[in-house]
């Protein structure tokens, strides 16, 4: 971050002021209307996307679930299902195993604090290692933490905790949480900057709003950008507010993710080393009680998203499509919805979004992955964390 920057930032945000404010935030927004409040409130309105006119087969694999977040595959077939409660389904042979997998992590569980995402090894096959994404600690202190253990068909074992968000925070808001292996064998993941922290989103010496590349051990890799003075090194990008979606692909040799804006302005970002993201000097969004933020939508040395919508649609898991299945579908980007309750499909031309589809209308997905077998796979979900949530298999009918 430049100098120029870091002191328009300190005397921006009256780091007690938010503070302060993040209260009421807190409590505004869990009774903000779907979408992400009025868009007559909003300057910087997108088009919402169109129903889907493919026809779609639609199979429920599990249910009962607790807020199921994240799915992992595993190469003998075996599905993992993290709920956000803190635990690990399998789904074998087309069930859901009764019991939950053995020895993983104690989590903070609260609000949005909890089990986030599950990701095997690339050599799973040989060494059986699953890498956890979670919140850990109290309601005064706690922390994105990721673990590295064995997983034995039922139990995690050997576990390891790498990584520690820092500093550690108040409440279980905004833990980013996605895990994604890069090309160049370093393990990449997502830390959001806390709700009321997001300032620190600009703080180069903390992990607030910020993309983390490490070796698999939790060591810092050679190659990291360099932020400034101060700054961590485990850094690789700044100036995030919670991304829930984070992908690499391949085929473009892009990593993709997006990210929650406040009311408005969710994004969709492509990350590269050493870029600030933005938060929270820029943002298409305002806050919950309709008060802006910031007065800018760009700003000088930070990084635009591809795309952003606003209202909110409650952006949540990401897959990049790749197989013969949905044939046309080649390519583009998958995005769940929570507020807008859909599955969303991004098309694209190159790297470019050129339009965009809503399927599985009045499904709150949470989760999106495309599977070995061609098919897209969804988890849904209830906001209030009632047991009625599940995996499904969407196919072409």
């Known amino acids: 971050m430049t100098q120029n920057l870091r002191t328009l930032l300190l005397v921006a945000s009256a780091t007690a002021?938010?503070?302060?404010?993040?209260?009421q935030n807190d409590a505004v927004a869990t009774t903000a209307p779907a979408g992400g409040g009025d868009p007559?409130?909003?300057?910087?309105?997108?088009?919402?996307?169109?129903?889907?006119?493919?026809?779609?087969?639609?199979?429920?694999?599990?249910?009962?679930?607790?807020?199921p977040w994240s799915i992992a595959f595993l190469p003998d077939g075996t599905m993992l299902v993290t709920e956000r409660a803190g635990r690990v389904r399998i789904v074998r042979d087309g069930a859901l195993v009764d019991a939950p997998v053995a020895g993983t992590p104690e989590a903070?569980?609260?609000?949005?604090?909890?089990?986030?995402?599950?990701?095997?090894?690339?050599?799973?096959?040989?060494?059986?290692?699953?890498?956890?994404?979670?919140?850990?600690?109290?309601?005064?202190?706690?922390?994105?933490?990721?673990?590295?253990?064995?997983?034995?068909?039922?139990?995690?074992?050997?576990?390891?905790?790498?990584?520690?968000?820092?500093?550690?925070?108040?409440?279980?808001?905004?833990?980013?949480?996605?895990?994604?292996?890069?090309?160049?064998?370093?393990?990449?993941?997502?830390?959001?900057?806390?709700?009321?922290?997001?300032?620190?989103?600009?703080?180069?010496?903390?992990?607030?709003?910020?993309?983390?590349?490490?070796?698999?051990?939790?060591?810092?890799?050679?190659?990291?950008?360099d932020f400034g003075e101060g700054s961590l090194p485990e850094l690789y990008s700044k100036g995030h507010r919670n991304p829930q979606g984070f992908i690499y692909d391949a085929e473009r040799d892009i990593f993709w993710a997006h990210e929650h804006g406040p009311r408005g302005g969710d994004e969709i970002n492509i990350i590269e080393p050493g870029n600030n993201y933005g938060w929270p000097l820029a943002s298409y969004g305002i806050d919950y009680n309709g008060a802006k933020i910031t007065p800018f939508t760009e700003y000088e040395g930070t990084t635009q998203p591809v795309k952003y919508w606003t209202p909110s649609i409650g952006p949540s898991g990401l897959a990049v499509y790749r197989g013969d299945m949905f044939e046309e579908w080649d390519g583009d980007l998958l995005v769940g919805s929570m507020a807008l309750r859909a599955l969303h499909r991004v098309i694209m031309d190159g790297d470019e979004p050129v339009g965009e589809e809503r399927y599985l209308l009045d499904e709150r997905i949470r989760e999106v992955r495309v599977g070995p077998d061609g098919a897209i796979y969804v988890t849904t979900e209830d906001r209030g964390g009632e047991p009625v949530g599940q995996v499904l298999r969407v196919t072409p009918q």
């Not at 919402?48 to 599990?62: D, I, W």
């Open 108 to 225: 903070y569980v609260d609000g949005q604090a909890g089990y986030f995402d599950v990701l095997p090894h690339p050599d799973f096959e040989e060494n059986n290692v699953l890498f956890l994404a979670y919140a850990a600690g109290s309601e005064n202190e706690n922390a994105l933490r990721i673990a590295r253990g064995v997983f034995d068909g039922a139990s995690f074992n050997d576990v390891e905790v790498i990584y520690e968000a820092k500093p550690l925070k108040r409440a279980g808001y905004h833990y980013g949480g996605r895990l994604v292996w890069g090309p160049d064998d370093k393990l990449y993941f997502s830390v959001g900057e806390g709700s009321r922290y997001k300032e620190l989103a600009q703080d180069m010496s903390t992990s607030f709003g910020a993309v983390i590349r490490l070796n698999e051990d939790g060591s810092v890799p050679e190659g990291n950008p």
């Open 40 to 67: 007559a409130l909003q300057e910087t309105l997108t088009e919402p996307a169109p129903e889907g006119e493919l026809a779609l087969n639609v199979e429920t694999l599990a249910e009962g679930l607790v807020n």
């Open 17 to 23: 002021l938010i503070a302060a404010c993040a209260e």
